[in-house]
């Protein structure tokens, strides 16, 4: 039984999925059964890593929807608009869609994921988060036993290509960052990887799965690394931290018992993406270049890390080809039962999902406030060189209610500064901010130089 694929996107992705479906051999078997039908481009013309018959071509997206011979549709184009009104319409005409477009499921994941219940479709997004690391399925099924407690994650392979190197050699940012432009591992506008967006699109993603329910994704706080200095990287090491870019969904130890429509009580977040110094000895610390990590912690499972190359044509088009040929096993098991229960996959809306594939809201999820939410801090300050500052430092956090950990005056090149930094307890935010406050008004600190969380 061969099934029809129709391809919205033949860039780096799109290539890397024609190239595993042209050659099946030593692949699942079921791959032999997947067969491109259309695929939409943007310029016939254009040179290609891949060699396709010019008749599969076409650059009308709505023509690869609307073939009869396209059973399963593939959105690989990337950006908002026209990729999410092309979801909703396959997903309208009865075809199954697999995705792995992070921005339109961030933001409209909700929408899609009620548009293919109503038609009874799968949308699968396995690709979407984390490349080539199976991350989306293992919290839709593999760990749906757990109470999930906190999803972190290195999800972002251009940033943590740059702080590798500005760990590894001393290096500016500016001077690394022009390097992965060069080798391709940033694009020419860097701003969704390095100011955090690319990370917030994904962890908006996997808090949604990890405790059923949609985050607002314009509502995770999110900083990037655009303004880290080198200096806090080094002072970092020193102190026995790595620094990383974390993504973070954490579940808030209470619940408001606000009942949804299963009868689940709200369940509150602390969502995140910022500069992050972590322990040496943190399963997280050790993960470098262009590689993602995601640390998934719950009860009863423990620590679970899922971890690989989180880009790229050849771990991207994996994961693509993975939901598709779970689509085209469900479509295998259907036919061989005759059509039992009554009409074929993707026909309009009467076979039954499986809900876990599926992975539906089941209880609403709202984010907390964050100046009640609580984390350790590194902060450096630029002051006067002289006596009793330290001591007043100290007097300001202490008023604050904030427990320092540590605090190290370091050199500096400049006569009558220093600079010192203060790694604290966890400590509530608005009590950290309080303090900020204090410290900032005091005569002899010039500057809060930086400000990062630590874990």
């Known amino acids: ?182 080798l391709g591992y940033a694009e020419a506008d860097p701003a969704a990887d390095v100011q955090g967006g690319d990370a917030a699109d994904k962890i908006a993603i996997l808090a949604g799965l990890a405790y059923g329910g949609s985050v607002p994704r314009d509502a995770i706080p999110t900083e990037g690394i655009d303004q880290l200095d080198a200096r806090d990287v080094a002072y970092a090491a020193q102190l026995g931290f790595v620094v990383k870019l974390l993504a973070v969904a954490e579940a808030m130890p209470n619940e408001v018992a606000l009942p949804s429509a299963g009868g689940q009580a709200e369940q509150l977040l602390d969502v995140r993406v910022h500069a992050t110094l972590l322990p040496k000895a943190h399963p997280l610390a050790g993960v470098n270049g262009v590689n993602n990590a995601i640390l998934v912690e719950g009860d009863p499972v423990g620590e679970v890390m899922f971890y690989g190359p989180g880009a790229g044509a050849g771990p991207t088009a994996s994961a693509v080809v993975a939901d598709i040929l779970n689509i085209a096993g469900i479509r295998q098991v259907i036919h061989q039962m005759g059509n039992q229960l009554g009409n074929k996959m993707g026909s309009g809306g009467q076979a039954p999902l499986d809900p876990l594939l599926a992975a539906g809201s089941w209880r609403p999820c709202r984010l907390v406030d964050s100046a009640i939410t609580k984390h350790r801090n590194y902060v450096r300050l630029r002051t006067g060189d002289q006596a009793g500052v330290i001591g007043k430092i100290g007097t300001c956090f202490g008023e604050a209610g904030v427990s320092i950990q540590s605090i190290v005056q370091f050199e500096t090149q400049s006569a009558g500064d220093a600079e010192i930094v203060v790694i604290t307890h966890e400590v509530c935010e608005a009590n950290f901010r309080q303090a900020l406050a204090r410290i900032t008004a005091l005569s002899d600190v010039h500057a809060v130089a930086a400000c990062l969380r630590t874990l």
């Not at 061969?2 to 033949?10: A, D, E, R, S």
């Not at 609307?66 to 990337?78: Q, R």
């Not at 921005?103 to 979407?128: K, M, N, P, T």
């Not at 749906?144 to 972190?152: E, F, L, T, W």
């Open 1 to 182: 039984m061969t099934i029809g694929i129709g391809l919205l996107g033949l860039g780096t992705v799109g290539a890397g999925v024609a190239a595993i479906l042209a050659s099946p051999e030593g692949r699942h078997p079921l791959v032999a059964e997947l067969a491109l039908r259309r695929v939409a481009v943007r310029d016939l013309a254009r040179p290609r890593p891949v060699a396709l018959a010019s008749d599969l071509l076409t650059t009308d997206p709505r023509a690869v929807i609307e073939d009869p011979a396209v059973e399963i549709v593939v959105e690989v184009m990337g950006g908002l608009e026209p990729a999410r009104s092309l979801i909703l319409q396959a997903i309208a005409a009865g075809k199954p869609v697999v995705t792995a477009n992070k921005a339109v499921i961030a933001r409209y994941g909700e929408e899609i994921a009620a548009a293919a219940a109503a038609h009874g479709v799968y949308v699968l997004i396995e690709a979407a988060v984390g490349g080539g690391i199976p991350i989306i399925e293992p919290l839709k099924q593999s760990l749906g036993a757990n109470r999930i407690q906190r999803v972190s994650g290195i999800i972002n392979g251009t940033t943590n290509y740059i702080l590798s190197r500005m760990a590894a050699e001393g290096a500016a940012y500016a001077d690394v960052l022009a390097d992965a432009q060069r």
